[in-house]
């Protein structure tokens, strides 16, 4: 199994309506992070959480909210989906006291398509 | 502010051929930096980093990569391509270990 697992896999949807995506891990990892990919953009970061009781924004918040459930369970939500919000999203984890860089370790994906 | 620019954002060999993907990076602090890998229809996973230390990094699959501090530069090479090279390379830098920037990836063709 996945050490960080995405779900769903793929979503369609339709403009307006609310979107929850889910990441959960067993890595044991405090920090969690949601990055957003567009082609010819990159990776671009949502929003990122230090443990359960920190919330942090990234460069592209607006339109997004995140809950940090537990340790292990960091949801982004979209409350009214809108076209532009069509894209890849990567749910990533990383602990510093492992491993003094930050590497990050990535889900497989959630492919979010809004109509 | 932190960032990486990759130059180039398709990058296309033949196979055994060299493999040269660059990326130079802006940083107020000494970074650390990375080159991930994704392919298709996968997550990101790590191909090699550099902390401190010797500036050339070897990492998996044949791929290595050098910091030249002179140049702001950590570009990814690889002597002989394999068709399983293809794939979107990400460049990434990081000041501290609060968060990774990426830059905006560049994909790799392998022709036989």
């Known amino acids: 199994d996945a050490d960080v697992t995405q779900t769903p896999r793929n979503r369609i949807t339709k403009t307006g309506k609310r979107i929850m995506l889910e990441c959960s891990q067993t890595?044991?990892?405090?920090?969690m992070y949601w990055y957003r990919q567009d082609p010819g953009l990159g990776l671009r970061l949502i929003y990122y959480?230090?443990?359960?009781?920190?919330?942090n924004k990234g460069e592209i918040s607006d339109g997004y909210s995140v809950s940090r459930q537990a340790q292990a369970k960091f949801s982004l939500s979209l409350e009214s989906a809108i076209p532009n919000q069509t894209a890849l999203y990567f749910c990533?984890?990383?602990?510093?006291?492992?491993?003094?860089?930050?590497?990050?370790?990535f889900g497989e994906g959630s492919r979010l398509t809004v109509l | 502010a932190q960032s990486v620019t990759q130059l180039g954002s398709h990058v296309s060999v033949s196979e055994g051929a060299l493999v040269l993907l660059r990326c130079n990076y802006s940083?107020?602090?000494?970074?650390?930096l990375f080159w991930y890998v994704q392919y298709p229809n996968q997550g990101l996973q790590l191909l090699l980093k550099?902390?401190?230390?010797?500036?050339l990094v070897k990492g998996i699959n044949g791929f290595e990569a050098e910091f030249k501090k002179s140049e702001t530069s950590f570009h990814l090479t690889k002597p002989s391509a394999h068709m399983s090279d293809a794939a979107e390379y990400f460049c990434?830098?990081?000041?501290?270990?609060?968060?990774?920037?990426f830059g905006t990836g560049t994909r790799l063709q392998v022709f036989p």
């Open positions: 990533a984890t990383s602990d510093p006291g492992t491993s003094v860089t930050g590497e990050l370790f």
């Open positions: 890595k044991g990892h405090d920090r």
């Open positions: 959480s230090f443990d359960v009781k920190d919330i």
């Open positions: 940083s107020s602090v000494p970074p650390y």
């Open positions: 550099y902390t401190t230390g010797a500036t």
């Open positions: 990434a830098v990081t000041p501290n270990t609060d968060k990774l920037i």
